[in-house]
Nanobody
């Protein structure tokens, strides 16, 4: 069992910054990769960025490259998403996701709302 708790969402003006955190607990030692997804109203949930837990290899969706940075702190079982130069189109509920590991199931966090005003 893996439990994910996100924090750090909120309301920010366009051009501003936010940092999201996702703390994992439970059977975290075998999680191979973690990610941030987002879902805007009426739209599907899409991948924003992911990071491997061993070597920190990262992947970003094109729309956030150069603006968002995903990072990890394995000692704290936490990943982060630093979001800079935010745009109104970044408004969504952001979800943390842990990929399935040998000893752990794939898991979702409860989500945190990010709202960017123009």
């Amino acid at each position: 069992q893996v439990h994910l708790v996100e924090s750090g969402g909120g309301l920010v003006q366009a051009g501003g910054s936010l940092r999201l955190s996702c703390a994992a607990s439970g059977s975290t030692f075998s999680i191979p990769r973690m990610a941030w997804y987002r879902q805007a109203p009426g739209k599907q949930r899409d991948l924003v960025a992911s990071i491997t837990t061993n070597d920190g290899d990262t992947v970003y969706t094109d729309s956030v490259k150069g603006r968002f940075t995903i990072s990890r702190d394995n000692a704290k079982n936490t990943i982060y998403l630093q979001m800079n130069s935010l745009k109104p189109e970044d408004t969504a509920v952001y979800y943390c996701y842990a990929y399935r590991g040998i000893w752990s199931p794939a898991s979702w966090g409860q989500g945190t709302q990010v709202t960017v005003s123009s």
